[in-house]
Structures are given as C-alpha cells and as structure tokens.
T-cell receptor, first 110, second 111 residues
C-alpha cells in the first residue's frame, strides 16, 4: 500500500463551482499536512499547511485534516480559471522529509 | 528575492555524457533537496542535504551524485547519462516545518 494516495484526475469543473481535492494516507506518524499548487512547466509552490485535525481557511481555500480517518482535503470556493493547475498533497514525516502525493490535475472551465 | 535558482532550464544529452545541474538558494535555509518528476510517478527524492557538509540518499539515488558546496549551493551530477534519466529535475530548500520552496526546474532529455 502506497503511503499517500491521490486521484490523478483530471478533474474538470465549471468556473464558480466548489472544488474538492482529497488524499488518503497510511502512516499515522505523519505530522504536518500541506497542499502545493503546480502550474504547467513550473515548480510546486506551497499553498497551505496545517498541523492538527480540523479546518484552516485562507481566502477561497480551506484545508481539512481528519487524522482519525487519515484523510485530508482541499476545498476551493468560487473557482477561477487561474486555479487550473496540478495540486499535490504532502505530509511531513520526520525531520524535514516530506512525502508527496502524485497530484490531481484540475481544469476550471470558463 | 530570487528564492531557489536552477540552471540550466533545458538540456539535451547524449547517452553516456555527463553534466551537473546547479541549484542555489538565498533564503538561508539549512536543508536542500533534489527531486525528479515523471508522468504518473510524482515527485521522487533523489538526494537531500540536511545541512552544509552532509548529504543522504533518497528514494532513487542510483546514477546520481551530489555536492553541497556551501550553505547556498547544492549540485546534482549525472556521471553517465541514460535515457531513463530523462525527466524534470527540481531543487528545493526548506526551513523546518515550513515546507519546501522549489526552483523552476530543469528539463533534461537523454537521447
């Protein structure tokens, strides 16, 4: 069983819709949980990070962590064409080592 | 603020040739990393350096070597390139618990 599972998509939604992106993980030792956004031909950039179970909001983005279910989500409200990118979940394992999901490709249709 | 700078951005090599990918960061981060990204495989860690003077193998180190020249610079060397090393290579640096800052990548093709 892979440590981090993420549906590769692509996921296509109309502009203005709420987007839900998800990851599951198997290692209960994972601590910090992150979401990265990667535009085509660019490096990943950190979007949000959270430590505990619960929700964290930043503008149109909400990160949700459920440690009991080993499940994390990223919600995007009022989605825009500029949100079209690949979204990678990531988890801090120990020291500075991060385990990445393979990413979900998201297309927001104008 | 430049962040993480990678050179070159593109490179084509012939099988058996060698090259060095350069990476420099100006954020005073202790840790630096080299990843490769392939379709369907995600980001895979090649080597990392937790501090100046130390390096460790990651998930896919075979065929690569690294040098942590100083706190700012971390280079990746391919001694004898193979077609299986065709990939996009990313360098990253980090301050503990704050996630990684990535460079813009090097697209390498080995023919």
């Amino acid at each position: 069983q892979k440590e981090v599972e993420q549906d590769p998509g692509p996921l296509s939604v109309p502009e203005g819709a709420i987007v839900s992106l998800n990851c599951t993980y198997s290692n209960s030792a994972f601590q910090y949980f992150m979401w990265y956004r990667q535009y085509s031909r660019k490096g990943p950039e950190l979007l949000m990070y959270t430590y505990s179970s619960g929700n964290k909001e930043d503008g149109r983005f909400t990160a949700q962590v459920d440690k009991s279910s080993k499940y994390i989500s990223l919600f995007i409200r009022d989605s825009q064409p500029s949100d079209s990118a690949t979204y990678l979940c990531a988890m801090l394992w120990r020291d500075d080592k991060i385990i990445f999901g393979k990413g979900t490709r998201l297309h927001i249709l104008p | 603020n430049a962040g993480v700078t990678q050179t070159p951005k593109f490179q084509v090599l012939k099988t058996g040739q060698s090259m060095t990918l350069q990476c420099a960061q100006d954020m005073n981060h202790n840790s630096m990393y080299w990843y490769r990204q392939d379709p369907g495989m995600g980001l895979r860690l090649i080597y990392y350096s937790a501090s100046e003077g130390t390096t460790d193998k990651g998930e896919v180190p075979n065929g690569y070597n690294v040098s942590r020249l100083n706190k700012r610079e971390f280079s990746l060397r391919l001694e004898s390139a193979a077609p299986s090393q065709t990939s996009v290579y990313f360098c990253a640096s980090s301050r503990q618990f704050y996630g990684y800052t990535f460079g813009s990548g090097t697209r390498l093709t080995v023919v």
